[in-house]
């Protein structure tokens, strides 16, 4: 599989040659779909909660009597049919929204994604990513050489000054390949990968 380089203007230098195992699979829709879904359930805190009839605050009293009034009979306003009462299964603030992804499927949907970007040409290859200052001016300048608007760069290291430089652009996402996730792959519209960082997402997801 080859991978387009790129230079310093957005430009195809040459082709590079990239490991099939990792950017030449064929798309498995079903295993990314998991993926993506198992990553963004997993990151999910599950803190919402809400109050049953036993909790909400409400009076003991009955609201009217029993007979007489032509309405059903009610015991207590914390009844789940009444509005400010308990739900009947009220969502818990210890719920467990884990899903669990073995290490060879996630390996496979990774090396799925990387391929299909790869085929829809929204991947490329550049030698280095740096700038010389911790300004963000600087990065969206060289970012609007290229004709980048939403890039994520994978970079085998990232410094002070790219990560200062990167921090405040919306559209922008600078990660080391241990930190590049499914839903970052999926949702920007190009990917920047350093060539140090090619040996790491090989040895990751081969």
Do not use: C
């Not at 994978?154 to 241990?178: G, T, W």
């Amino acid at each position: 599989m080859q991978l387009e380089l790129l230079n310093d203007q957005g430009q195809v230098a040459s082709k590079l040659e990239a490991p099939e195992a990792v950017f030449g699979r064929s798309y498995n829709e079903d295993l990314v779909h998991q993926v993506v879904v198992a990553f963004q359930a997993n990151a999910r805190q599950g803190t919402r909660a809400q109050k049953d009839r036993e909790q909400v605050r409400h009076s003991t009293k009955k609201p009217f009597k029993q007979k007489g009034t032509g309405r059903a009979r009610a015991g207590m306003t914390s009844s789940p049919l009444w509005r400010g009462g308990g739900r009947i299964f009220p969502n818990m603030p210890n719920e467990n929204f884990t899903q669990k992804i073995n290490k060879k499927m996630y390996r496979a949907g990774m090396a799925s994604i990387l391929s299909q970007l790869a085929r829809e040409n929204r991947l490329a290859v550049v030698e280095a990513l740096t700038v010389d200052s911790p300004k963000t001016k600087s990065l969206a300048a060289k970012f609007k050489a290229m004709n980048l608007e939403s890039v994520l760069v994978i970079a085998d290291e990232i410094d002070e000054n790219l990560y200062l430089a990167s921090r405040n652009l919306v559209n922008v996402l600078v990660v080391e390949p241990r930190y590049a996730d499914p839903v970052s792959l999926v949702h920007y519209r190009k990917v920047l990968v350093t060539k140090a960082a090619m040996g790491k997402l090989e040895e990751m997801f081969a």
